[in-house]
């Protein structure tokens, strides 16, 4: 977003002014509104008097106060934004009502489009407005929908760091969604896309973590319709691998347990 800077013209100057003490009395840290408050009257009183000219460097003070408040704004009016949507989903989640599904992407959606990559909160939008886009597709079975939930899924991917705890998370949901796709279109390609997505999911989570199994399940899955695609018999042994391990991570009174052991037969 653009801003205006108090160098535009006298005017801009005033409503800065104006703005900055107006924020001061609506906050309660006594030194912040002192050093704000000061530095206002100091300017105010200057151009009353005409006893001297604004330097640069109280400009540069107001200037700096600006974009901090505006900062906060900013923060504040994507919070809420992404709460709108966060709720407008969990409602549909609750009610199955498709308009707060539309609401959900909608809001998603204008917010992505004015959130910076290096933002850290755009993965968890990305992510969470793929799984609203697979819902719709679900729903509707929009072919868009899908291409779109992988797009927004590989971008969550991209900007997100290897050893993020989400990153797993992010490249499972990718991983599912090309597999979808797959089984929808029949490009190789998307299948090729799942398998390298779960793998990386699995790879990046350790063994101890209550997320893997669900990670080598998803991978072991992928492998099994690949081999079943290609007859490589290298699909067939990881996927038995899969398998083998998913039973070895469920804990023996977990009601789960007997269907892993069903699928190693």
Aim: charged share 25%; glycine share 6%.
């Amino acid at each position: 977003m653009s801003h205006t800077h108090i160098t535009d013209g006298p005017q801009q100057l005033d409503n800065v002014l104006e703005r900055l003490a107006g924020l001061a009395a609506a906050y309660q840290d006594e030194e912040l509104v002192l050093k704000i408050v000061g530095l206002v009257s100091s300017v105010e009183h200057m151009k009353a008097t005409g006893s001297g000219e604004i330097d640069g460097d109280t400009l540069s003070q107001l200037e700096a106060w600006k974009q901090y408040f505006d900062a906060k704004e900013e923060s504040a009016q994507w919070s809420s934004l992404n709460s709108q949507a966060i709720d407008h989903y969990n409602s549909f989640k609750r009610s199955g009502a498709v308009e707060d599904l539309e609401q959900a992407i909608t809001s998603w959606q204008r917010l992505l489009s004015v959130t910076p990559d290096g933002r850290p909160e755009k993965p968890t939008c990305l992510s969470n407005l793929a799984a609203a886009l697979g819902e719709r597709f679900t729903r509707f079975g929009e072919l868009a929908d899908i291409v779109n939930v992988i797009s927004s899924g590989r971008l969550a991917v991209s900007l997100t760091a290897d050893g993020h705890p989400d990153k797993p998370v992010y490249l499972n949901n990718l991983g599912s969604a090309h597999q979808i796709c797959f089984e929808q279109l029949g490009e190789l390609a998307d299948l090729e896309d799942a398998v390298s997505s779960k793998r990386m999911a699995v790879s990046l989570t350790p063994d101890g973590h209550t997320d893997k199994l669900v990670y080598v399940n998803s991978l072991g899955s992928a492998l099994q319709i690949r081999f079943d695609r290609l007859g490589e018999l290298a699909d067939l042994k990881n996927a038995i691998s899969s398998k083998r391990l998913a039973v070895s991570l469920t804990p023996d009174g977990q009601p789960d347990k007997p269907s892993h052991l069903n699928d190693l037969v």
